[in-house]
């Protein structure tokens, strides 16, 4: 048996959404950005996934948003973790009527970082 609902798993920044539906049957009952708080997830679960995702949007230099990411690896790594961890409870709590497609592919650091931060008004991505 298929599952009945599917969804995408990644990241949008300022969304505030981490699951967008994917098939009919998804969109009908959740609409296109799936609110983790309308899904059978317990508490726990939906003040992760806002916590993932306000971590998320914390990676992105809001003042220049084309800058490379400015976390160094060993916290892309971390959330990276965290999110791993997300996905897994996502998958266990919503059960086999969900089937939860993972399209998140890591964050890690930028490799001209330090050249950005000696000069950030002068840095051009090589």
Do not use: K
Not at 8 to 15: K, L, T, V, W
Not at 76 to 84: G, H, K, L, S, Y
Request: glycine share 4%; proline share 6%.
């Amino acid at each position: 048996m298929s599952a009945r609902y599917r969804l995408r798993f990644f990241f949008d920044y300022g969304s505030g959404i981490c699951l967008w539906s994917d098939n009919d049957a998804a969109l009908e009952a959740f609409d296109y950005p799936v609110a983790a708080n309308r899904l059978p997830l317990s508490p726990e679960t939906v003040r992760r996934a806002d916590e993932v995702l306000a971590w998320y949007d914390r990676s992105l230099n809001w003042d220049d948003p084309g800058a490379p990411l400015l976390w160094r690896q060993e916290e892309c790594d971390r959330f990276n973790a965290a999110v791993r961890a997300l996905l897994a409870s996502l998958r266990e709590e919503l059960g086999e009527e969900f089937e939860v497609v993972d399209e998140f592919r890591g964050l890690a650091e930028e490799p001209h970082l330090d050249a950005y931060l000696a000069d950030p008004d002068g840095f051009r991505s090589p």
